[in-house]
């Protein structure tokens, strides 16, 4: 209680200079959704290489279904890594050449898979 009548004090003297506690578990919640998205997308993305790897042994080598399933996997798994490489982009912002090589990178390889994919 006394920590209480603390703050309320420290409140009403140094309104100006007072700030507020941040709220950290609404940022622990995010980042939790975020991760739980994620991991769903990445496990999504993980069936779509299985049964892609088991039509392709079905089919001896020579499917459209299984060759679509591959390619939806590639795709998850492409934006995967281009989502979490962004996310360390962004923390490490301070310098401009990790933003141009990850602009590079990333339309090298959304250019270079459009002009392979076989669907």
């Known amino acids: 209680m006394e920590d209480f009548k603390e703050t309320e004090v420290a409140k ?6 007072y700030k507020e506690p941040k709220k950290i578990k609404q940022k622990q919640s995010k980042n939790f959704n975020f991760n739980l998205i994620l991991s769903l997308v990445a496990f999504v993305g993980i069936g779509c290489i299985a049964i892609s790897l088991l039509l392709t042994l079905v089919f001896e080598r020579d499917s459209n279904l299984s060759n ?14 281009i989502i979490l490489a962004f996310s360390w982009v962004k923390a490490h912002k301070k310098s401009i050449v990790w933003i141009v090589l990850y602009v590079i990178f ?14």
């Open 106 to 119: 990333v339309v090298t390889i959304v250019v270079l898979f459009i002009l392979t994919v076989n669907i």
């Open 12 to 17: 009403e003297e140094n309104s100006v200079n």
């Open 68 to 81: 679509a399933f591959s390619a939806i996997g590639q795709v998850i798994a492409y934006i995967l890594c």
